[in-house]
């Protein structure tokens, strides 16, 4: 079946790294997309990876082991602005996208 | 500034209404797509469009209907709003094409009661 996993919520400390994990379980794989959403708001794109490894963005980084049916999203330098949800989402083969029930990341100072 | 309106930006409804959730995009995306999200869900899809005059059923489509007459417009209407239809809808468009990447309105929350 069709399954994406992310932990529910996590803390981070302001200036730290945290690294928010997705694992997947669909039907065919094209590609694997992470949003950002703050509370209230839309979610906004940050990342897509279709091959393995790790793709660079700034403070953002994206790492995919499709073999693993794994993916992380790396913050480094966390700002209090980081404080979001992070969607993880899945493209299958037949480009419908599914998505995990997103990660709720709290920043402390 | 270029984007997806979506009105209303909030609504509460009674059960048994219709009502229509109303997107516009001027980034002349050819996919449009429909999803509710409800707490501790995942985003999930309702309707589709992949081009005008085009739509398809997604994931929860009960209760749903859409139409795509022209780029611009996908509208959602709930025929006979229940309770359970409580929930923030998100309208967003792609273009085809590598990433595919969604770009999402700023949601409607509606409250049926």
């Known amino acids: 079946g069709q399954n994406i996993d992310q932990p529910t919520e996590m803390t981070a400390t302001e200036g730290a790294i945290v690294q928010i994990n997705c694992t997947y379980q669909t039907s065919g794989f094209n590609g694997l997309f992470w949003y950002q959403q703050h509370a209230g708001e839309a979610p906004t794109f940050l990342s897509y990876?279709?091959l393995d490894g790790l793709e660079e963005k700034g403070r953002f980084s994206s790492f995919l082991s499709r073999s693993k049916g794994y993916s992380y999203l790396l913050l480094k330098e966390l700002q209090m602005k980081d404080s979001a949800s992070y969607l993880c989402a899945v493209r299958e083969s037949n480009y419908q996208l599914i998505w995990g029930a997103g990660t709720k990341l709290i920043i402390k100072p | 500034i270029a984007g997806i309106t979506q009105a209303p930006t909030s609504q509460i409804l009674a059960a048994g209404r219709r009502m229509t959730l109303r997107c516009t995009q001027d980034m002349r995306h050819n996919a449009m797509y429909w999803y509710r999200q409800d707490l501790g869900l995942g985003l999930r899809l309702i309707h589709y469009s992949n081009t005008a005059g085009t739509t398809g059923k997604g994931e929860v489509p009960d209760g749903y209907s859409v139409s795509r007459a022209n780029t611009d417009d996908f509208p959602l209407t709930l025929a006979s709003a229940v309770p359970s239809q409580t929930s923030v809808y998100f309208c967003?468009?792609?273009?085809?094409?590598?990433?595919?990447?969604?770009?999402f309105g700023e949601g409607s929350r509606l409250t049926v009661l």
């Open positions: 967003a468009s792609s273009e085809q094409g590598d990433t595919g990447e969604l770009f």
């Open positions: 990876n279709v």
